[in-house]
């Protein structure tokens, strides 16, 4: 197991005012047994991000990437010992934190809040990291500060770029939850760009105003409850298998251009599902609804096989896609 070190992006007070500068500041090789992350019981002084560091026990070094009020994650030097429970991780006399357990491996967090009311305007790129299955990025709302399930609430993300992201992801095992991206730009104007596989998609919402929602280029995506405002599409012909569950799309097109790809309980406004490979979707998808059923009917025996409406939502003229009652 690892632990989750969590920084928080605000407008002021948190620990970063954006997520480009969480990104550049903890962007470190999460996989290295010197890497860890240590509680604390409070800063005293200062301990800044790259503030080189010592054990006033245990004499071991290393270099901090960054002290929150209650945690730290640090780089220990690789010739020297670890960390102890209890002892002060000082820059210098004057500057340190006491720690409070034996650390961890890391899970690195970003948690955003709703400080931006007309969203936060930056173009985020994430890469650069060494990571695996069990040390990985997230990324993801504060709890309170999600999205209601429409665009443009909570803490979302927002831009105007023609042939690129708001948020483009180049790096294996990322997962993002409860994030919300807006992109205003000529089509084609991505809000996610996925560059890797295991990038996991949770509970969010993909705006663009221009053309298409997601892009995603690699193997084994995997989208669970995403909300896309655009088409969800894959722009190469190698083989991919991406897997959409509890997914809505509002545009042209769910679509799957590799060798097969699972969609379950999932629907398709204004498009259909598609998949340009030999093996198309799998047996395993089902239960999936578009407004083109009657013409090109979605995978699965018990997908429905007439086309749903802007009646089955509950606005969509709001681009509240939520399905309506009854």
């Known amino acids: 197991m690892a632990t989750e070190f969590i920084c928080s992006i605000r407008a002021t007070g948190g620990d970063y005012p954006t ?15 010197k890497t860890k992350v240590y509680s604390h019981s409070g800063i005293v002084g ?6 080189l560091v010592s054990g006033a026990s245990s004499g071991a070094t290393g270099t901090v990437r960054h002290a929150s009020a209650t945690q730290v994650l640090v780089e220990i030097d690789a010739a020297s010992v670890d960390f102890t429970s209890g002892e002060q ?4 006399a004057s500057n340190y934190v006491t720690l409070t357990d034996a650390g961890d491996s890391a899970i690195a ?10 969203g936060l305007g930056e173009l985020v790129t994430v890469s650069g990291w060494t990571v695996n299955s069990t040390n990985y990025i997230i990324i993801r709302a504060a709890t309170g500060n999600e999205h209601n399930g429409t665009p443009n609430t909570g803490f979302f993300l927002t831009g105007s770029i023609r042939y690129g992201a708001i948020l483009t992801i180049q790096q294996d095992y990322t997962k993002l939850v409860n994030v919300s991206l807006t992109n205003t730009g000529v089509n084609p104007a991505y809000g996610f760009d996925l560059f890797l596989s295991s990038i996991e998609l949770h509970k969010c919402v993909a705006y663009s105003v221009g053309g298409a929602a997601i892009r995603y280029n690699f193997n084994d995506n995997l989208f669970i409850n995403v909300m896309a405002i ?6 190469s012909l190698e083989t991919r298998r991406p897997i959409f569950k509890n997914c809505t799309a509002r545009s042209y097109t769910v679509g799957s251009k590799g ?3 699972t969609a379950i309980n999932s629907v398709a406004y204004g498009g259909d ?12 998808s089902d239960y999936n609804a578009s407004s083109n059923a009657t013409t090109t009917p979605p995978p699965g025996a018990n997908s429905l096989t007439t086309d749903i409406t802007p009646a089955d939502f509950v606005d969509t003229a709001a681009n509240d896609y939520h399905l309506s009652s009854g």
Do not use: H, K, R
């Open 19 to 33: 997520l480009t500068a969480w990104e550049a500041a903890i962007q470190t090789d999460l996989t290295s047994a």
């Open 46 to 51: 200062i301990v800044g991000d790259g503030a």
């Open 273 to 284: 599902f598609i998949s340009n490979a030999t093996g198309g979707w799998t047996a395993s």
């Open 230 to 235: 655009g088409d969800i599409v894959n722009n």
């Open 109 to 118: 967090v970003a948690e955003g809040y709703a400080d931006w009311p007309s």
């Open 259 to 261: 060798i097969e790809g």
């Open 89 to 92: 991780m000082q820059v210098d």
